[in-house]
């Protein structure tokens, strides 16, 4: 609670074993009052980034800041055919239905089940993604620095061919 009482911004970079730690730095984030910014991502854009640094930023003061730019948001069989048409190879695709998924997860210890779950969310759900930005409490990257070029995920692939 000191260290969060001396900072304008607020990084959370912990991954999916971390995420009840950051409940708490989010209840103590509340608790403080002065954060100005609070950005939870393993990865950042540097650029989006450089601009936050300048946290009185009226478009993103006290506001979640999401990134999620339009052209990057597709599903993983959307990926999968990039992929195939990047590398020239077809990829055994396996379909599981949602219901088996389910019981998959019930049925498994943790920490198996925990990483299943959120494969489940992320994957079958789509919450990582389908969900509406409520202007009053967040704001997307690309709408607020619309001159920032964003890496597609076509482009980003060429990198691992």
């Not at 403080?32 to 990865?43: D, E, I, Q, S």
């Not at 730019?69 to 379909?95: F, H, M």
Request: aromatic share 8%.
């Amino acid at each position: 609670m000191k260290a969060i009482k001396q900072v304008d911004v607020v990084i959370s970079a912990e991954g999916h074993a971390l995420l009840p730690n950051q409940v708490k730095i989010i209840a103590a984030i509340k608790e403080a009052g002065n954060v100005k910014l609070f950005l939870t991502r393993k990865k950042t854009l540097v650029l989006i980034l450089s601009r936050l640094w300048n946290v009185d930023d009226p478009k993103s003061l006290k506001k979640i800041f999401c990134i999620r730019p339009p052209q990057n948001v597709i599903t993983l069989n959307e990926l999968t055919s990039l992929w195939e048409k990047k590398t020239g190879k077809n990829l055994e695709r396996i379909y599981v239905p949602e219901e088996q998924f389910l019981k998959n997860i019930q049925e498994a210890s943790f920490p198996l089940n925990a990483a299943l779950s959120i494969s489940h969310t992320a994957f079958v759900k789509g919450d990582h993604t389908n969900f509406e930005i409520d202007p009053s409490v967040g704001v997307e990257a690309s709408e607020v620095y619309p001159d920032v070029r964003y890496t597609p995920v076509n482009e980003i692939l060429y990198q691992y061919v």
